[in-house]
């Protein structure tokens, strides 16, 4: 009879799995987003203001799981780069909106490249990433779950 795997062995982890490729994900983003000037936190608010542009402060941190600790210094850093302006809402003045300038709109275009690397990087088969994006999805949906 075969003897199971000691379930604090560290390689039979998920979640040192899970960290590992975390740090493999910001070693290979960080030359392609040092030539945006970006850092990842602030890639990841562009792709969610290039979805939709306008989104208040709060529901942008929401969609990035930030809190406004994190999420206000990182659009204060863009607003002062010119990439991003925020507005008190019209309707609600205790609400305010980031939108994205015309330079922060154009950025777009240098970041297409990205994920296309990235697909390379997994072998060049979409469907292993959509597979790997559904399973971690899927993690984290039950990780929340359990909480």
């Given at each position: 009879?075969?003897?199971s795997a000691d379930p604090l062995q560290l390689d039979s982890m998920l979640c040192f799995a899970?960290?590992?490729a975390g740090h493999a994900f910001t070693r290979f983003y960080k030359p392609r987003l040092d030539a945006l000037g970006l850092t990842y936190p602030q890639y990841l608010a562009f792709l969610v203001l290039?979805?939709?542009?306008?989104?208040?402060v709060k529901a942008l941190g929401d969609k990035l799981?930030?809190?406004?600790?994190?999420?206000?210094?990182?659009?204060?850093r863009l607003e002062a780069r010119a990439l991003v302006r925020r507005q008190r809402?019209?309707?609600?003045?205790r609400l305010v909106r980031v939108f994205l300038t015309d330079t922060g709109r154009?950025?777009?275009e240098e970041a297409l490249a990205i994920p296309l690397e990235v697909?390379?990087?997994?072998?060049g088969r979409p469907e292993d990433g959509a597979r790997l994006r559904e399973a971690l999805h899927l993690l984290r949906e039950r990780l929340d779950a359990a909480e």
């Open positions: 009879m075969a003897k899970v960290y590992a290039w979805e939709q542009d306008g989104l208040t799981f930030l809190d406004s600790g994190t999420i206000t210094p990182l659009i204060k809402d019209t309707e609600d003045e154009a950025l777009r697909g390379k990087a997994l072998g």
